[in-house]
């Protein structure tokens, strides 16, 4: 993977270029990764101040594991967007939020056990139980079901989230250095200022809540992490109904991982797969995830965005990566800042969802066709069809988008992802007629300037 022509234009140590302009090159990654990171909070209902403070220390941790090695930014991800969605429509949002967050957190553990399996049995033998025809068509749902929830936002007010898309999509497709690579960020600002404009009692609303919050706090709150449903009103059957609808998301997202390492090597012109190798940084991501949902905050994943500065800047230093970190966990004690997200009008989160959650999907499409999964074998198109069917199905066919049922006296409901995504993998391995073998189509970057993740 060494690149001879990447290796004499980029620049491994940042300190040759001075203290000012690596402080620049932070601040860029930082704002790469803002738009989505804090979208994840806006449209879920997790702490925006937590979020930055659990992507900084995440961000850090991952360093830590993998060496220091890889220049890779740890931001939300928007693959767990649909778990999230399932759980919460249970009850009241803000009491099942923390029982989401424990189904997070032990998805950040499947990625300790494949890192275990990676390290022992090496990734060929492991990612041929999670083929392209089971990944991609899980990523298309994971979209394709959040898409309802993203047209019901933006006909709130159509004409701030058409700001938004437009805005996103100019700037994605026309924009060239900087604006290329933050349009999200830019199609929020856009459509918020034009709400404000626009609409009396948003600007009332904004207003009122930036003047109300304190300009320096803790980004930490109790009642919203974990350890708040170990109380009077716990319920195990919620609990395990998070667990099990929400850890086959992580199948997914460790796809993605993958695919994110071999689009930093690609980049940077090193092979962090062999070196620090897969199995660390699985750790990295995986205990980064873990961590930062007990606290409250959304899963953690490696961000396309920041990849994409680093292609455009040629600076690799994974130390510019830590200072952008260092940047978002000061941002988080700032609850004036965390309010201004908080109170973003709901037009303009729809806006801006409706095409990363289309973009979610595209991100799976682009898989099975890279990875040149072959439909004309009907073992293919069987596990296709069922994962799709599945996953929608179940999502629109009644209020709870799940189906219920009771293992002696505890109720569990599976969400339409947890029920394809184990259909999925199941047909996978006992129909005959695999062809996949891992690495072999790999083309290298995986990542996706909207940074949709899984995006993420």
């Given at each position: ?31 790469a ?27 850090l ?74 990944t ?13 929830t ?24 026309w ?6 690579i ?17 609409d ?87 205990l980064?995830?873990t ?14 965005e ?12 994974p ?7 260092f ?5 988080s004690?700032?609850?004036k ?21 289309g973009?979610?999907s ?78 072999a ?6 990542s ?9």
């Amino acid at each position: 993977m060494e690149n001879q022509n990447k290796t004499n234009e980029a620049i491994y140590d940042a300190r040759k270029l001075g203290a000012p302009k690596t402080i620049v090159l932070g601040l860029q990654h930082m704002f790469a990764m803002f738009g989505a990171t804090v979208l994840v909070p806006a449209i879920t209902g997790l702490d925006v101040a937590t979020t930055l403070l659990f992507a900084g220390l995440g961000t850090l941790l991952f360093h830590l594991i993998t060496g220091g090695k890889v220049p890779a930014f740890l931001g939300s991800s928007f693959a767990f967007l649909g778990g999230y969605a399932a759980i919460t429509a249970m009850g009241e949002p803000s009491k099942m939020l923390p029982y989401a967050c424990f189904g997070v957190a032990c998805a950040g553990l499947v990625y300790l056990l494949l890192a275990l399996l990676f390290k022992l049995f090496g990734a060929k033998k492991v990612m041929r139980f999670f083929p392209p025809i089971v990944t991609g068509p899980i990523i298309i749902a994971i979209g394709l079901t959040l898409a309802g929830t993203a047209i019901t936002s933006c006909t709130s007010n159509w004409l701030v989230a058409l700001v938004a898309i437009i805005v996103v999509v100019i700037c994605n497709i026309w924009g060239k250095g900087m604006i290329k690579i933050i349009p999200i960020l830019l199609g929020v600002v856009a459509s918020y200022v034009v709400a404000m404009i626009v609409d009396p009692a948003a600007r009332a609303t904004v207003a009122t809540k930036v003047a109300e919050a304190a300009w320096i706090g803790l980004p930490i709150h109790k009642e919203a992490t974990v350890f708040a449903i170990f109380g009077a009103e716990f319920d195990a059957s919620l609990l395990i109904t998070s667990i099990i609808t929400i850890m086959p998301i992580a199948l997914a997202t460790i796809v993605e991982h993958i695919g994110d390492m071999c689009a930093i090597s690609s980049t940077v012109g090193k092979n962090y797969v062999e070196d620090p190798g897969l199995h660390r940084t699985l750790v990295g991501d995986g205990l980064a995830t873990t961590v930062a949902s007990i606290f409250g905050a959304p899963a953690n994943t490696t961000y396309g965005e920041n990849t994409g500065v680093l292609a455009l800047s040629k600076v690799f230093d994974p130390m510019v990566v830590r200072l952008a970190a260092f940047f978002a966990i000061v941002l988080s004690f700032c609850p004036k800042f965390a309010a201004l997200i908080v109170a973003m009008p709901t037009a303009t989160i729809g806006g801006v969802s409706l095409i990363l959650y289309g973009m979610i999907s595209a991100v799976g499409v682009r898989n099975v066709v890279e990875n040149q999964v072959d439909f004309t074998k009907s073992r293919n198109v069987l596990i296709a069809a069922l994962i799709l069917c599945l996953a929608i199905g179940i999502k629109y066919y009644d209020a709870s988008g799940a189906i219920s049922f009771a293992i002696g006296s505890v109720n569990i409901s599976l969400s339409g992802l947890a029920v394809a995504a184990l259909v999925g993998i199941f047909m996978n391995a006992v129909l005959p007629g695999k062809d996949y073998e891992f690495g072999a189509n790999q083309q290298g970057d995986k990542s996706v300037n909207f940074g949709a993740r899984q995006d993420g």
